[in-house]
Nanobody, 121 residues
Framework: QVQLVESGGGLVQAGGSLRLSCAASGSMFSINVMAWYRQAPGNERVLVAAITSGGSTNYADSVKGRFTISRDNAKNTAYLQMNTLKPEDTAVYYC???????????????WGQGTQVTVSS
């Protein structure tokens, strides 16, 4: 099992910045992909950004140039630096981890509990 702890959400004015963190813990696992999703009220959960263990990244068009995903493999922690925030970025942000276990060919997805980000206009 992998446990995820998210932090860093909050209330910020438009144009401001926030940094989200997602720390993974557990045993006998390796993390392939760490990603951030978000879900606004009444909407589906959508991918915001993802990063592989090798450092390759992928971003939603709506956040390109404003958000930066990074990770510290030694700490099993992912970060999402969010700059120039807009009211439409308001959502619950979820961390998702894809992990594999020693001796297994299967991968497993784990979700964090979510952290609220609210951007006021």
């Amino acid at each position: 099992q992998v446990q995820l702890v998210e932090s860093g959400g909050g209330l910020v004015q438009a144009g401001g910045s926030l940094r989200l963190s997602c720390a993974a813990s557990g045993s006998m696992f390796s993390i392939n992909v760490m990603a951030w999703y978000r879900q606004a009220p009444g909407n589906e959960r959508v991918l915001v950004a993802a990063i592989t263990s090798g450092g390759s990244t992928n971003y939603a068009d709506s956040v390109k140039g404003r958000f930066t995903i990074s990770r510290d493999n030694a700490k099993n922690t992912a970060y999402l630096q969010m700059n120039t925030l807009k009211p439409e970025d308001t959502a619950v942000y979820y961390c998702k981890v894809t992990a594999t276990y020693s001796g297994s060919v299967y991968s497993y997805n784990y979700w964090g509990q979510g952290t609220q980000v609210t951007v006021s206009s």
